[in-house]
């Protein structure tokens, strides 16, 4: 799986953005999609995640209610929708796909590919 991300950009406190994750191969559709951040001096952490089939998703504290992951298997595309923006959500916001078909993993080793990362940047 080859991940590409998207819309990442320069946004005010309270505004919004949102994320696209485009996938090339046929795995897509059965990974589990994380859409992950890391700003600069911290560790990369789990923002949201979804699994394959969209049944189940997963949040981190920090953006519970603000932001909404999904996905559309049949464009081979994940999104994460970021509301209510922070000047702590800047960050460089990566996503990443697990093909093991398990629970949605909160640990970034768990993730076999990754997209090349897309800046967000929220001004106070």
């Known amino acids: 799986v080859q991940l590409q991300a998207s819309g990442g950009g320069l946004v005010q406190a309270g505004g919004s953005l949102r994320l696209s994750c485009a996938a090339s191969g046929r795995t897509f559709r059965h990974s589990n999609m994380g859409w992950f951040r890391q700003a600069p001096g911290k560790e990369r952490e789990l923002v949201a995640g979804?699994?394959?089939?969209?049944?189940?998703?997963y949040y981190a504290d920090s953006v519970k209610g603000r932001f909404t992951i999904s996905r559309d298997n049949s464009k081979n595309t994940a999104y994460l929708q970021m509301n209510s923006l922070k000047p702590e959500d800047t960050a460089v916001y990566y996503c990443?796909?697990?093909?093991?078909?398990?629970?949605?993993?909160?640990?970034?080793?768990?993730?076999?590919?990754w997209g090349q990362g897309t800046q967000v940047t929220v001004s106070s």
């Open positions: 979804i699994s394959w089939g969209a049944a189940n998703t």
């Open positions: 990443a796909a697990d093909s093991s078909h398990g629970v949605v993993a909160t640990t970034a080793w768990r993730y076999e590919y």
